[in-house]
């Protein structure tokens, strides 16, 4: 067991106008299964490389073990399976390497074959062994579950577990419950460290959100009732200042010692304005000190159109080939107004072939096959390589407005400067989200989302769930994150 330690980590990519970190200080456990948290942008992959030395930096990293990052730049995917782990891992005996590919349900026979032969999520397994063959390193890695199946996550979290001295970035709620101890967020205005998974972390972050919210609405009533104590403290010192300066002898009692009198009164009534002045102003400044790393403030909206026919699209016995292999058979689904479906099933099963088909591509099929007439389709693929430009260029090539665009985008975390990058500098969780936000911004009868949530942040799904659940729109879903299927889905197909 040791310790890696940051000290003052300050860090700005070349030509940015703001720090990524600065004067981070904060301590981790070798040991500790520590899952990553945070909005997407804030840096959680930036840290993982400043860690691997990718970057220059100032302050200190300071630890006494080797760092290990997933996933790996494979040069030459045409090796053999066997090769590439040997590359990773050298002189590893072959017994300890089935027996890691056994945890993960992977056969023997993968490690002779090519590697880009391999599916995505055999890859990502065959990688992940390879990695925690390596001893005396410590593990880092980044978004492992995005080219996994509901099946391939589960196994993967097992695995994990039975681990120690990783960190690792993912936004699958249940993937993070189910294999760390531990749990590091980048906040909007700080980093923390604490223990216990993502849903303990995530508990106690909504009581302190709820404790600073309930604190900031009596700090507010407390300076507007301060206020206007000390408006009525000033005029009521004014009037006794204008007294002690002069007066009317027809109307002022001609008192020798009035005036020293009113001198008193005077100097009273402005003490006590400033003494209420004293106090609204500590009462802003505690006030300012809150709501600093509260991430959710406004909902997000939708307008889903109502479709005049009860069903909207109806399948019936479908069955789905490409050159002459069978992709799925016998699907039936109906999905009616107002109803969210999801399409749940291991990697090439047919999900995304079946969102084609009710999208209006051309796929060879037999069976019954029912679209509603005139039916408008808002569709979030899976792949959003190849965007670029302004998100305003990108707005207006989707036919949506820019200002609800960038609205929309703001809900979901993207700060005010990054409205303005080039969406090619985004992450890739921001690309997602503009494509997210684009569909969120379009009046249709029907929103069909191909694995939507691949590298959105935790708060962001938890945003985007509490919408489904409150707009009801017509819905079908190709999605792995079982949190989110459980809380938003009427109905689940298994292909």
Request: net charge positive.
């Amino acid at each position: 067991m040791s310790q890696i330690n940051i000290s003052n980590l300050t860090f700005a990519y070349d030509g940015a106008s703001e720090n990524v970190f600065e004067n981070v200080s904060f301590s981790i456990d070798t040991d500790w299964k520590l899952g990553f948290t945070g909005r997407n942008g804030r840096g959680k992959t930036t840290f993982m490389k400043l860690l691997m030395k990718k970057y220059e930096y100032s302050g200190s990293i300071s630890s006494s073990v080797n760092f290990e990052y997933f996933p790996y730049d494979i040069q030459d995917t045409s090796m053999l399976t066997m090769y590439i782990i040997d590359e990773i891992c050298p002189d590893c005996e072959n017994w300890r390497i089935l027996k890691e590919l056994a945890k993960l349900d992977i056969n023997e026979d993968v490690l002779y074959r090519p590697f880009f032969t391999l599916s995505n999520g055999e890859q990502t397994k065959i990688l992940i062994c390879a990695m925690f063959l390596k001893e005396n390193s410590f593990m880092l890695i980044d978004e492992p579950t995005n080219h996994l199946d509901t099946k391939g996550r589960i196994l993967l979290s097992k695995y994990l577990n039975s681990k120690k001295g990783f960190i690792l970035i993912s936004h699958d709620r249940d993937f993070l419950d189910g294999c760390t101890d531990h749990t590091l967020s980048i906040n909007r205005n700080n980093i923390e460290v604490c223990k216990g998974n993502f849903s303990a972390w995530y508990q106690n972050k909504q009581m302190q959100d709820n404790s600073e919210i309930s604190q900031n609405q009596k700090l507010k009533k407390d300076i507007k009732r301060l206020e206007k104590s000390f408006r009525q403290s000033a005029e009521w010192s004014d009037k006794a200042e204008k007294c002690k300066i002069g007066f009317d002898p027809a109307k002022t009692e001609k008192n020798i010692n009035r005036r020293p009198n009113e001198g008193a009164k005077s100097k009273k009534m402005m003490s006590r304005a400033k003494a209420i002045q004293s106090r609204q102003s500590e009462k802003i400044s505690e006030k300012s000190s809150l709501l600093k790393n509260i991430e959710i403030s406004d909902s997000l909206k939708l307008s889903p159109l109502k479709y005049h026919s009860g069903n909207l699209v109806a399948l019936r016995s479908i069955s789905i080939e490409y050159d002459s292999k069978i992709i799925c058979r016998n699907v039936n689904l109906t999905l009616k107004n107002g109803e969210c479906v999801a399409l749940c099933g291991k990697n090439g099963c047919g999900k995304s072939s079946i969102i084609r088909l009710i999208c209006g591509e051309n796929i060879k099929y037999s069976g019954d096959f029912y679209k509603g007439s005139q039916l408008k389709i808002s569709y979030v693929p899976q792949n959003i390589s190849g965007i670029s430009g302004s998100i305003a260029d990108f707005a207006m090539k989707s036919d949506v407005d820019e200002s609800l665009l960038k609205s929309i985008l703001f809900k979901l975390g993207f700060e005010r400067n990054q409205l303005s990058k080039d969406i090619s500098e985004l992450s890739e969780g921001q690309r997602k989200k503009v494509i997210l936000a684009s569909s969120l911004c379009t009046q249709a009868h029907l929103y069909i989302w191909d694995e939507p949530l691949n590298f959105i942040d935790v708060i962001s799904r938890i945003q985007i769930e509490n919408l489904i659940k409150v707009y009801k729109p017509s819905m079908i879903l190709v999605e792995h994150d079982n949190a989110f299927i459980k809380n938003v889905c009427d109905n689940i197909i298994n292909l």
